[in-house]
């Protein structure tokens, strides 16, 4: 079955330093991957996605992703935050690109000044 | 801005009653999913609809069920409310092209 972690449920960083956010998944073929961010009252984001070719993926906002098949992890990095960045973050996987997607539980950001 | 509305934005209920939360986009994606995101977790896959069909479901039993309509708008209706199905309610278009889904800002349900 598929099933996502996010170890971290929440994470303190200074504005400024940089950042990685840890997904681990589980799924028998190669999985489609997701990044999503959620802002307080807000809907869900998608920063970035995996689908297949390069491993090392470019979001927006500054996000990048790299895709580990050894490992089964899709970390997510960005090398100085914002304060504008705090929010939770949710990894994500799919079967297919239409397919529904699992959730991780997410994991909360907070920005020192 | 992903051009996906969603209505209400909050709903108190009791328990027992019935609900139906809307669901539209500005574009005529005709694939929509709908999510439960309970406080504190991640959203979870409650079904998807494909041209007014159901095509997929997740673990929620048949007291949640749905439609779509011709223009590709639509609800998730929610029969003999429990306390636990207070959470925020998402709904999701997928666009075949960019094969990613936009999310709505939901709907805060909460059942006394």
């Known amino acids: 079955a598929q099933s996502v972690t996010q170890p971290d449920i929440h994470i303190t960083v200074s504005e400024g330093a940089s950042l990685e956010l840890r997904c681990n998944y589980s799924?028998?073929?190669?999985?489609?991957l997701f990044w999503y961010v959620q802002s307080p009252g807000q809907g869900l984001q998608l920063l970035l996605k995996?689908?297949?070719?390069?491993?090392l993926v470019q979001g927006i906002k500054g996000f990048e992703a790299e895709f580990k098949r050894s490992q089964s992890s899709f970390n997510l990095r960005k090398p100085s935050v914002h304060w504008s960045d705090a929010a939770e973050y949710f990894c994500a996987v799919g079967a297919r690109r239409d397919d529904k997607i699992i959730f991780g539980k997410g994991t909360r950001l907070h920005i020192l000044p | 801005e992903t051009g996906v509305t969603q209505s209400p934005t909050h709903l108190i209920k009791t328990r027992g009653q019935q609900v139906t939360l809307r669901c539209s986009s500005q574009?005529?994606?005709?694939?929509v999913s709908w999510y439960q995101q309970a406080l504190g977790q991640g959203p979870q896959f409650i079904f998807q609809y494909y041209r007014e069909e159901e095509n997929g479901r997740g673990n929620f039993p048949p007291r949640f069920s749905g439609l779509q309509f011709p223009n590709y708008s639509s609800e998730l209706n929610v029969n003999a409310l429990e306390l636990d199905d207070s959470a925020l309610y998402l709904c999701?278009?997928?666009?075949?092209?960019?094969?990613?889904?936009?999310f709505g800002p939901g709907t805060r349900l909460t059942v006394l």
């Open positions: 995996y689908f297949s070719g390069d491993t």
């Open positions: 999701a278009f997928l666009t075949s092209g960019l094969n990613e889904q936009f």
């Open positions: 799924y028998g073929a190669t999985p489609y």
């Open positions: 574009s005529g994606h005709n694939t």
